[in-house]
Nanobody, 130 residues
Framework: HVQLVESGGGSVQVGGSLRLSCVAS????????MGWFRQIPDKEREGVAG???????SYADSVKGRFTVSQDSAKNILYLQMNSLKPEDTAMYYC?????????????????????????WGQGTQVTVS
């Protein structure tokens, strides 16, 4: 059973930066397709960025050029570097593992699918931009 623990969220001013981390159990990083998602109350969860086991990445248009997803297989950590943050980036951010490859297409196209087919989810970390 894979466990995912996110951290790095917090409050930041507009234009600021944060780096989210998702520590995974076992040899998860580099084995599965993984992603970052976000959700605000009463809204659907949306894809932010995804990364395949070979390192290929996909981004939602709303974050392209500002956010970077990366992974460190040796440390078993997934990262999301967020720069030039905007108020509309305020949300709870979740990492997910064992996504179907087509989920990265959904992220790229902005298609919202309940659960996105992910097998594992973390508990989330709050990001507030004001």
């Amino acid at each position: 059973h894979v466990q995912l623990v996110e951290s790095g969220g917090g409050s930041v001013q507009v234009g600021g930066s944060l780096r989210l981390s998702c520590v995974a159990s076992d040899d998860t990083i580099g084995r599965y397709c993984m992603g970052w998602f976000r959700q605000i109350p009463d809204k659907e969860r949306e894809g932010v960025a995804g990364i395949e086991s070979d390192g290929s990445t996909s981004y939602a248009d709303s974050v392209k050029g500002r956010f970077t997803v990366s992974q460190d297989s040796a440390k078993n950590i997934l990262y999301l570097q967020m720069n030039s943050l905007k108020p509309e980036d305020t949300a709870m951010y979740y990492c997910a593992a064992d996504l179907p490859r087509r989920a990265l297409g959904w992220v790229r196209l902005g298609v919202k699918i309940p659960g996105y087919g992910a097998t594992y989810w973390g508990q989330g970390t709050q990001v507030t931009v004001s």
